[in-house]
């Protein structure tokens, strides 16, 4: 595998469920973000992790809660989710040292 | 705080055709810029990068220079292809901040027809 993966591809969830979106990234890099991306609205970030610790969390439900073990590997956990929360969740990595970002492609995710 | 404006989509121009999308920003600190490409049902590829005023980033045919003087990052490509119909971000980082975290326009969206 190469640059990120992201797994499922696709996610239908009961909103009494709880579910886990997976990011692994294969670029050796130390930052980690997640991203939201609904229909006709900006791209929203959610969190950002750098060296496992979380550095940003922008005002996100806990409904959403993010596991960051390893430079390698983002999670986010899903419990409890609304119709609203149904988007594009997207993972992206970057190095230390530069900003540009690298995009996983996606969980479609609905909730029903 | 930082933000992106881009021109409000769709922006639909026949194969060959010139193609410019505007993008201007405003940030505290020199940013450095980006576009990215997002083709439908994936996620956003890195298209090109300008880190300083006057850079030109370029890249399959995609050209923007960073123009500090009038804040600015506009994306051009001489000739577009049925392929190049996708989703287009303009997005900075200011480095100043020690933000890591982009800034992203909302996005133009581009249709290219035969």
């Known amino acids: 595998e190469t640059g990120v993966t992201q797994t499922p591809r696709h996610l239908v969830m009961g909103m009494t469920n709880k579910k886990s979106l997976k990011c692994e990234q294969h670029l050796g890099h130390n930052a980690m973000y997640w991203y939201k991306q609904s229909a006709k609205k900006p791209l929203e970030l959610m969190f950002v992790?750098?060296?496992?610790?979380?550095?940003e969390n922008n005002s996100v439900p806990s409904r959403f809660s993010p596991e960051c073990p390893n430079s390698s590997h983002l999670f986010l956990h899903l419990h409890t989710l609304q119709p609203e929360d149904s988007a594009l969740y997207l993972c992206?990595?970057?190095?230390?040292?530069?900003?540009?970002?690298?995009f996983g492609p996606g969980t479609r995710l609905t909730v029903t | 705080g930082n933000s992106v404006t881009q021109m409000e989509g769709p922006v639909t121009l026949s194969e060959e055709a010139f193609l410019t999308i505007n993008c201007t920003y405003t940030?505290?600190?020199?940013?450095?810029l980006f576009w990215y490409v997002q083709y439908p049902g994936e996620g956003l590829q890195l298209l090109l990068k300008?880190?300083?005023?006057?850079d030109k980033g370029s890249n399959k045919g995609f050209e923007a220079t960073y123009r500090k003087e009038t804040t600015s990052f506009h994306l051009e490509k001489g000739s577009v292809q049925v392929s190049d119909s996708a989703v287009y971000f303009c997005?900075?980082?200011?480095?100043?901040?020690?933000?890591?975290?982009?800034?992203f326009g909302s996005g133009t969206r581009l249709q290219v027809q035969p």
């Open positions: 940030a505290t600190g020199y940013p450095s």
């Open positions: 992790y750098n060296f496992k610790e979380q550095t």
């Open positions: 300008a880190t300083k005023a006057d």
């Open positions: 997005a900075l980082s200011d480095k100043d901040t020690g933000r890591r975290a982009l800034t």
């Open positions: 992206a990595s970057s190095q230390e040292s530069v900003y540009e970002q690298y």
